[in-house]
């Protein structure tokens, strides 16, 4: 399980917690193979630290995940990661096209659609896709209501319908009786 208490917030050129999406703290379950990368890359990344917005619930030290790679050791950006890891990587994969030569690091012919943001639709889509349910999923997303849900990533569940006909069909003892 992975709780999801804070974000870092950048104002004015200084790194803030603040509460995540939606400011909704949240407990989101990962599965173990998840879990272990994110452990190994907390031990390999020290925290480093990030001042609590004033008014904030909660204080003290906290964690936060820092670039592995970077030098200065500051959490990561996400238009630094964005552009110098994520994109670079999608382009290597033949996701997006390569960044044209002579260009400027920050400019890449892929839309914003393409950035590291994906990696949350593309777990929603995983999770409704296998048959998690809305509310379960919503939750862990930090929507206020299953409906936000069910509007972005309805089209992920297939099987949507299939599996209450087959529960009726089974308590009426019509295994596989068509009604067309």
């Known amino acids: 399980m992975l709780d999801v208490r804070r974000q870092v917030r950048a104002i004015h050129g200084r790194l803030y917690f603040a509460l995540p999406k939606g400011e909704k703290i949240r407990t989101v379950d990962l599965p173990p193979s998840v879990a272990g990368e994110v452990k190994r ?32 050791r500051q959490p990561i950006a996400v238009n630094t990661w964005n552009t110098y890891t994520w994109k670079p990587a999608l382009a290597k994969a033949g996701v997006i096209p390569p960044r044209a030569e002579g ?54 569940m297939p099987e949507a319908g299939s599996k209450g006909r087959g529960t009726i069909d089974g308590l009426l003892g019509k295994g596989g009786a068509s009604a067309r």
């Not at 904030?56 to 030098?71: D, M, Y």
């Open 41 to 72: 890359h907390i031990e390999a990344s020290p925290p480093v630290e990030v001042e609590q917005l004033r008014g904030e619930a909660g204080g003290g030290e906290e964690e936060v995940f820092p670039a592995a790679h970077h030098a200065l």
């Open 103 to 156: 260009a400027k690091a920050w400019q890449w012919a892929a839309a914003p659609k393409d950035g590291f943001h994906m990696l949350r639709h593309t777990y929603a889509s995983i999770m409704l896709e296998a048959g998690e349910p809305v509310v379960t999923s919503a939750r862990w997303l930090g929507h206020s209501l299953p409906s936000i849900t069910l509007g972005y990533y309805a089209h992920f």
